[in-house]
């Protein structure tokens, strides 16, 4: 949105002047917070692709599909993977993930 055409929306709606240029700000600010985390990927030269044989490893989006990776490395991963893992979601989100799946009996853990 540009500003001409806040200031005739705001008189309009009789809305404070700036309005929606400050709501268009956070917009744009939350937009590019999501690209950034979009490009948060863990050490790629840690985790041996074949773990992954059933997607692309450089399309998978991390934060979304989490659960489902960190399942994954800790069943089939070995050590330096489980490290990266852990270093790249931090070790308390692992462990309540792995706790949620072991709760829910989707997953035994020994």
């Not at 309005?19 to 985790?47: C, G, T, V, W």
């Not at 991390?62 to 070995?78: P, S």
């Amino acid at each position: 949105m540009n500003t001409a055409l806040s200031l005739r929306i705001e008189k309009a709606l009789n809305l404070e002047e700036g309005f929606l240029m400050i709501l268009q700000s956070f917009y744009d600010i939350k937009k590019e917070k999501e690209k950034l985390a979009d490009k948060r990927i863990p050490n790629l030269k840690l985790i041996r692709p074949v773990l992954f044989w059933d997607t692309n490893i450089n399309k998978i989006d991390w934060e979304l599909h989490k659960e489902y990776i960190i399942e994954r490395i800790f069943e089939r991963g070995n050590q330096q993977e489980k490290e990266e893992i852990e270093r790249f979601y931090g070790k308390q989100v692992v462990d309540d993930i792995r706790s949620n799946l072991a709760k829910s009996n989707y997953i035994k853990f020994d």
